[in-house]
């Protein structure tokens, strides 16, 4: 096969802009992908700390400001790793470049950012692609697969969460997590199981929602200090379809470490998941012997979506860095094929737009319509 280099370049160099590193290292070797990734440039704060992280991660060069990155002709696709304020303007800026563009989620800071970013990348034509990496889990894309061959018959509930508790101790200090709607639950989390909810049952009709904060202080060096954003949230909804759904999410639910999990039914069946055991999922096939039914445990496989590639054994498992390593083929892929892949800058404007009517109606106490957002 043959394939031709690629530059890119990666703005952010934290947690998310290593993992990005680490993953167009290793895509071209996991995926024997067309295009195989240069790491041109990383951009950090400083220009002390872009050089440090260029030298740890295995850049060419480094810089303290993104558009010297973006304008660099030899940086040829773009992964936005930096805090949500700095998307638009960076999207913005290689879009007009007709550079394609990987952004993390969420995809704007704000609901109106992510309509111009959606409207920069369709006048562009480039390639575009937003971060939900654990829909990509092998088990995931797996049950995806199922519901969308029918095999659980037409989907009529989904019950999801995505809880943790790194914020549950109300001990723990008033950092940068407690100031701002957008460092929030609700801007952290809730775009993930969001974004499961519309893979796997559909776009939203109408939301109704409450939203909490559950810590009102925390204790900083000037004494304590209040909390600015949400901690929690619930989230009732109709499907497009007509299926029922309900969303819980929190940053303080004591012992869940990674509770992206769901219960879908369907008029034949059912599917359960649960993040923390991530290669397996639990399928209901309706119409089994009574004395013989139940959920069946999948281990995930070499005959599921993407699994091959890294391993040979089913049963053995796939990794949280493994998620990102299946978003950077799909994202060269599409660079290769000039075809964005789900998800696009338009879906994750739509999980803004969840986001923003689940505000208006925690603030109204009554059902928004997504249409009307």
Known sequence: METREIGIGIIGGGYMGKAHSVAMHAVGAVFATKLRPVLEMICTTTPEGAAKKARELGFKRSTSDWRELVNDPRVEAIVIAS??????????A???????VFCEKPLGQNLSQSRDMTAAAKVSGCINMVGFNYIRTPASQLAREIIEAGEIGDVTYLRGEHTEDFFADPNLPGTWRAEGRANGNMGDLAPHIINASQALAGPMERVLAEIDTVVKERPSDEGMVPVTNDDQAQIMCRFASGALGALYISRTAWGRKMGYAYDIFGTN??????QEDQNALWLYEGGQNPSREGFRKIFTGPNHPDYVNFCLG???????????????????????????????FEDGLYVNQVIEAAW???DSKSWINLDDV
């Not at 290689?94 to 394609?100: D, V």
């Not at 069946?269 to 649960?274: E, H, L, M, V």
């Open 269 to 274: 069946g059912a599917i359960r998941f649960d």
């Open 360 to 362: 208006q109606s925690n």
């Open 314 to 344: 089913a049963g053995h498992g796939t990794g949280y860095q493994d998620q990102i390593i299946i978003e950077a083929k799909d994202f060269l892929t599409a660079i290769e094929t000039g075809q964005s892949i789900w998800p696009t």
């Open 94 to 100: 290689a879009f007009q470049l007709g550079k394609p």
């Open 83 to 92: 805090p949500q304020n700095t998307h638009l303007e960076i999207a913005t």
